[in-house]
T-cell receptor, first 110, second 113 residues
Framework: QQPVQSPQAVILREGEDAVINCSSS?????VHWYRQKHGEAPVFLMILLKGGEQKGHEKISASFNEKKQQSSLYLTASQLSYSGTYFC???????????FGGGTRVLVKP | EPEVTQTPSHQVTQMGQEVILRCVPI?????FYWYRQILGQKVEFLVS????????KSEIFDDQFSVERPDGSNFTLKIRSTKLEDSAMYFCASLGTGGREQYFGPGTRLTVT
């Protein structure tokens, strides 16, 4: 069963913040976040492992709430380059396939 | 930085023909995956491969599909008798032992006419 992402789309002005959520009904080992630009391959952003850790990459950070089986991706002070579709991929164990959510389209305007 | 490579970048084929998509995973990686993405949709898992055999496959991966690691470097996806609905981007990914990040290749765009 695929994880559920919300919202489906978000439009931001440069410098604004946004949160993207990824929820699963099943116990997860890890949550992977990718960003995909049109016509390109998904680019890895970060991985969250069970244990409720929080990670960050520049002004993009994420958290994983193991009790809720939910991960959130935080776009802080968004830049034009943040535009794209963000996918979460979940794995039930190390080395397992990734099951992707439906994606969240992010458009950052000047 | 090591990367996954895929060839060709774009393949056009007629319905009913066979195609082989090629991938060169990162050299010391042991887990390999094929995913596909129909235009405008999410990325879908097809098959995973470990220790020279399929470790998991999705319901999409039926008898029309097969995977092979013919030598120490290549990982191929064969689609027999292609259908119009096979048109999609096909991504190969690999994962190293102890690693957690699946590295995606740039993809092969398959167009079936």
């Amino acid at each position: 069963q695929q994880p559920v992402q919300s919202p489906q789309a978000v439009i931001l002005r440069e410098g604004e913040d946004a949160v993207i959520n990824c929820s699963s009904s099943k116990a997860l080992y890890s949550v992977h976040w990718y960003r995909q630009k049109h016509g390109e391959a998904p680019v890895f952003l970060m991985i969250l492992l069970k244990g409720g850790e929080q990670k960050g990459h520049e002004k993009i950070s994420a958290s994983f709430n193991e009790k809720k089986q939910q991960s959130s991706l935080y776009l802080t002070a968004s830049q034009l380059s943040y535009s794209g579709t963000y996918f979460c991929g979940t794995a039930k164990a190390a080395g397992n396939k990734l099951t992707f959510g439906g994606g969240t389209r992010v458009l950052v305007k000047p | 930085e090591p990367e996954v490579t895929q060839t060709p970048s774009h393949q056009v084929t007629q319905m009913g023909q066979e195609v082989i998509l090629r991938c060169v995973p990162i050299s010391n990686h042991l887990y390999f995956y094929w995913y596909r993405q129909i235009l405008g949709q999410k990325v879908e898992f097809l098959v995973s491969f470990y220790n020279n055999e399929i470790s998991e496959k999705s319901e999409i991966f039926d008898d029309q599909f097969s995977v092979e690691r013919p030598d120490g470097s290549n990982f191929t996806l064969k689609i027999r008798s292609t259908k119009l609905e096979d048109s999609a981007m096909y991504f190969c990914a690999s994962l190293g032992t102890g690693g957690r990040e699946q590295y995606f290749g740039p993809g092969t765009r398959l167009t079936v006419t």
